[in-house]
T-cell receptor, first 115, second 114 residues
């Protein structure tokens, strides 16, 4: 396994701009998760996919946030009209299978700074 | 919102000592996992314990689970400076979709002094 890959690792953007993060999960992992983490806090659940289906979205995910996973492989998380409060690390994770009890593997995260 | 809450929030110990961290959660779970995170990095899986298990070991790690108290503990024995990191518990609870999703606690920041 090559691990979960996230791109870009760091992004600085001006308020009001759109940003997109990409996540490539471990191959054959059909579950993919997005979390957001701010300094000193634990990861907060945003959304997850099983194959290409988005199964649940957190209330944290405002209308400015959209996530996709076309063809059930890589995923993108787009934030439109960024605000300073969006500054955080966005973590992607993947796991195998639909049953719980499967380890979820995290990428190194994408840091977003909105100035 | 966070499902779990780790205690203590921060812990500072000398190298060679044992470190114990606790996690409490709110709803029924299928399993609980512990993760480690070095500053500014992603999370690394340490150990998974299922709801029908009470204790699990992995190297210097020992995890216990008490479902009646909705709590778990992580013990790191003979700590090393390299164990300095934040530790999180994650619980697998049934999501509205009928499948499981993982919710993380607030973390314990462990500092091991050489």
């Amino acid at each position: 396994d090559t691990g979960v890959s996230q791109d870009p690792r760091h992004k600085i953007t001006k308020r009001g701009q759109n940003v997109t993060f990409r996540c490539d999960p471990i191959s054959e992992h059909n579950r993919l998760y997005w979390y957001r983490q701010t300094l000193g806090q634990g990861p907060e659940f945003l959304t997850y996919f099983q194959n290409e289906a988005q199964l649940e979205k957190s209330r944290l995910l405002s209308d400015r946030f959209s996530a996709e996973r076309p063809k059930g492989s890589f995923s993108t998380l787009e934030i439109q009209r960024t605000e300073q409060g969006d500054s955080a690390m966005y973590l992607c994770a993947s796991s195998k299978g639909v049953a719980s009890g499967n380890t979820i593997y995290f990428g190194e995260g994408s840091w977003l700074t909105v100035v | 919102s966070q499902q779990g809450e780790e205690d203590p929030q921060a812990l500072s110990i000398q190298e060679g000592e044992n470190a114990t961290m606790n996690c409490s959660y709110k709803t029924s779970i299928n399993n609980l996992q512990w993760y480690r995170q070095n500053s500014g990095r992603g999370l690394v899986h340490l150990i998974l314990i299922r709801s029908n298990e009470r204790e699990k070991h992995s190297g210097r790690l020992r995890v216990t689970l008490d479902t009646s108290k909705k709590s778990s503990s992580l013990l790191i024995t003979a700590s090393r400076a390299a164990d300095t990191a934040s530790y999180f518990c994650a619980t697998a609870g049934l999501a509205t979709s009928g499948t499981y999703k993982y919710i993380f606690g607030t973390g314990t920041r462990l500092k091991v002094l050489a």
